[in-house]
C-alpha cells in the first residue's frame, strides 16, 4: 500500500509517537491511513453517508486504543490492526441496520474514491460489478476489498482478516474468478 511519507517516517515510528501523545502524529496518523480505511468501508458500506460514519469509528477506536498496540514482530503492522478494526466495525453496521445493500444504491460516482473507476465503463458495467462483489461470500469479498479497494498487499490483508496468507490468496483467486463469471453473463 502506497503511504504517503511523513515526519514519523515509517509505521512503527509513527505509532509509538502516537502512544506517547504527540499531537502532530495522530493528526498524521489520520491523514495516512484515511483514504485506504475509507476506499474500503465504502465499498463494504455501498453509502457515502455511512461510509463516512464507519470510517469516523474505525478512527475514534483505533486512537482510543493505539496506547494497547503492540508490534510483536515485523509480521503485524499496523496496517492490518487498524484494518480488522475497519472489518468488524462494517460488520457492526450491518448487523445494527439489518439489511442488505439494495443493487442500485451503489452509483458509479460513489466507486470512484478508490481510483479503479475508468471513466469509459459504463454505470451498467459498475453496477454488474458491485452486484456481483454482493453475491460473493463475505470472506471472498472482503478479501478482494481489502486488496483492491484498500489497496493492501496479501500479507496485510490475511492479517487484517486473521487467516494465512495462502487462505487470502486462495479467497482472492476463487472470488475474482466468480466476479469474472458472473460479468459475463
Known sequence: MAIA???????????????????AALASFY??????VYRYVLASAGRREDA?????????????????FRFEDDSKPVTAWL??????????HFRRARRRIAPSSLSAQQIEPSGRYDPLETKDSVMDLARALRGL?????DAILLRLAAGLSTRQTAEAMGKPEGTVRSLLHHGIKAVRAAMER
Open 83 to 92: 484494518f480488522r478494526i475497519a472489518r468488524n466495525e462494517v460488520a457492526d
Open 52 to 68: 463516512e460514519d464507519i470510517a469516523a469509528e474505525v478512527f475514534v477506536k483505533a486512537l482510543r486504543g493505539i496506547g494497547r
Open 137 to 141: 461470500p463475505g470472506a471472498q469479498r
Open 31 to 36: 491523514e495516512r491511513f484515511f483514504s485506504p
Open 5 to 23: 511519507a511523513d515526519a514519523f517516517g515509517d509505521e512503527r515510528a509513527l505509532v509509538l509517537a502516537c502512544q506517547a501523545g504527540h499531537d
